[in-house]
């Protein structure tokens, strides 16, 4: 199981860093990304963690930041530079290592979180 929390309302420019903790054990044998779908929209791949370790999309390089923690059971996704494009639901998802072609892509995977919701607005 997923659960992602620090969403919240965030005025534009500001900063904001999302978790997302597994009561499953920990990260180690998957691969875990974060992912948001923003109103009206599909479900878009932001960033995700596996043994080929952090990669981005290019949408947000460079004003957002993933981590684990030293439990690697928690991730984390600093975001800064906010803006009201980056208003939408996060979700953070898992797939078990290997079992997948591309982590940024929401169809490879498989265990899902609920959200939580970032709006950013003045």
């Known amino acids: 199981q997923l659960v992602e929390s620090g969403g919240k309302l965030v005025q534009p420019g500001g900063s904001l860093r999302l978790s997302c903790t597994t009561s499953?054990?920990?990260?180690?044998?998957?691969?875990v990304g974060w992912f948001r779908q923003a109103p009206g929209k599909g479900r878009e791949g932001l960033s995700c963690?596996?043994?080929?370790?952090?990669e981005y999309s290019d949408s947000i390089k460079g004003r957002f930041t993933m981590s684990i923690d030293d439990d690697r059971d928690t991730v984390f996704l600093q975001m800064t530079r906010l803006n009201a494009d980056d208003t939408a639901r996060y979700f953070c998802?898992?797939?078990?290592?290997?079992?997948?072609?591309?982590?940024?892509?929401?169809?490879?995977?498989?265990?899902w979180g609920k959200g939580t919701l970032v709006t950013v607005d003045s």
């Open positions: 998802a898992a797939v078990i290592e290997g079992d997948y072609n591309d982590c940024l892509q929401d169809y490879d995977m498989d265990i």
């Open positions: 499953g054990g920990t990260f180690d044998d998957y691969a």
């Open positions: 963690l596996s043994t080929s370790g952090f």
